[in-house]
Structures are given as structure tokens and as C-alpha cells.
T-cell receptor, first 108, second 116 residues
Framework: DAKTTQPTSMDCAEGRAANLPCNHSTISGNEYVYWYRQIHSQGPQYIIHGLKNNETNEMASLIITEDRKSSTLILPHATLRDTAVYYCIVSAGNKLVFGAGTILRVKS | GAVVSQHPSWVICKSGTSVKIECRSLDFQATTMFWYRQFPKQSLMLMATSNEGSKATYEQGVEKDKFLINHASLTLSTLTVTSAHPEDSSFYIC????????????FGQGTRLTVV
């Protein structure tokens, strides 16, 4: 599975949109992009996933560039409860391999 | 989303004893389940993949005789840490998927194991 690169940490003001980037320049055609987040001492929570089209659900939007080499997770109105580690994972197969992720701190 | 439940949430055991952790998919049948471990301030590390009714596939460097995985039904997988030692103290997390690929995996709340 392709490797992903994410910033180590980001800050976001409460109520503003949080835009979390992910680089996956070696992604192959059958690999999906998944986003999960982990709040301290809990199991990861599924957010969204997509192949090449942009996706939106009740939690977030996923924007994938046309060449699929990068993507952005958008939390439209961040709250303090969105403070967590966000993981971008690329996978075509059975398993999900986690990288280091981005620590998102939402501040009031 | 679907619910995956782990039990116990935390456990303390003596060095040399074995500990069993259960992972259940409560509202769906999971053809594939995964076990991860996580040390403080680190990411999740995949330990093994198990498919119902067959032997687990372990990641490189994970001792299969130490971490016994059983996936006897479509809703239950167990991880047994045998002859536990203090260095096995960690956060163990399971996840489950309905189909093998290209669907979301749902995670349990994790089990904090402390070996004393």
C-alpha cells in the first residue's frame, strides 16, 4: 500500500473549518483514501473514505485531487471535541496500516 | 456506524500469566478482524489479520505463539497474550470489517493491558 505524508500538527480556531492535508503521491489506481481519527485513549473512529470522487458525509468532506496524489479532509465547523489525531491511510487491500497522523488542536 | 466492542477495557495481570481479550461485532458480521497494539505517544501497529474459520496472518516481527488469535465466529475474535511480561503492557485495539476490502473498518474502544 502507498505511503502517506501528513503534517505533524495543526491548530484550528473553534467554529472555523479545519483543512487537513495528506500527500500520497505513489497511490495506485485501485487504492482508496481513508480517514480516521483517534481521541486520546480511545479506539480510532472512522470518518470518511473515497477512491477518486469527492465525498461528503455528516462528519466531513474529502477532497481528492484529480491526479489522486493528495487529498484534504475538511471539518466544516471545528469544535473542541474535534481535537484528536487524524490519520490518512491509503489501501487497496485487506488491512489498514496507520502512519503517524496529524495532531489537530482546536482552540477556543 | 457499526459497533465493535472489546472486553475488558483494562486489565492488570501478573508477569507469566495469560490474558484473553475479546472483540465482538455487535450489529454486523465481520468476515475479517484485525488486532493492533499502540504504545504511548505512538501510532497503531498492526499485529495480525484474522478471517473467520481460518488461521490468523501475523505481521512480520509479531510472535504468533505469544499472541494467539482465534476467530471462531463472524462476530467474535479473541487475542490471548500468553506468558505476559511487563514489555507486553500496551493498548490493544481490534477492528472489524464486513467485507475484506474497500469498506470501512470499525474499531473497538481498546483494552489497556498492564503486566506487573
Amino acid at each position: 500500500d502507498a505511503k502517506t505524508t501528513q503534517p505533524t500538527s495543526m491548530d484550528c480556531a473553534e467554529g472555523r473549518a479545519a483543512n487537513l492535508p495528506c500527500n500520497h503521491s505513489t497511490i495506485s489506481g485501485n487504492e482508496y483514501v481513508y480517514w480516521y481519527r483517534q481521541i486520546h485513549s480511545q479506539g480510532p473512529q472512522y470518518i470518511i473514505h473515497g477512491l477518486k470522487n469527492n465525498e461528503t458525509n455528516e462528519m466531513a468532506s474529502l477532497i481528492i485531487t484529480e491526479d489522486r496524489k493528495s487529498s484534504t479532509l475538511i471539518l466544516p465547523h471545528a469544535t473542541l471535541r474535534d481535537t484528536a489525531v487524524y490519520y490518512c491511510i491509503v489501501s487497496a487491500g485487506n488491512k489498514l496500516v496507520f502512519g503517524a497522523g496529524t495532531i489537530l488542536r482546536v482552540k477556543s | 456506524g457499526a459497533v465493535v466492542s472489546q472486553h475488558p477495557s483494562w486489565v492488570i495481570c501478573k508477569s507469566g500469566t495469560s490474558v484473553k481479550i475479546e472483540c465482538r461485532s455487535l450489529d454486523f458480521q465481520a468476515t475479517t478482524m484485525f488486532w493492533y497494539r499502540q504504545f504511548p505517544k505512538q501510532s497503531l501497529m498492526l499485529m495480525a489479520t484474522s478471517n473467520e474459520g481460518s488461521k490468523a496472518t501475523y505481521e512480520q516481527g509479531v510472535e504468533k505463539d505469544k499472541f494467539l488469535i482465534n476467530h471462531a465466529s463472524l462476530t467474535l475474535s479473541t487475542l490471548t497474550v500468553t506468558s505476559a511480561h511487563p514489555e507486553d503492557s500496551s493498548f490493544y485495539i481490534c477492528s472489524a470489517r464486513v467485507y475484506a476490502t474497500n469498506t470501512e473498518a470499525f474499531f473497538g474502544q481498546g483494552t489497556r493491558l498492564t503486566v506487573v
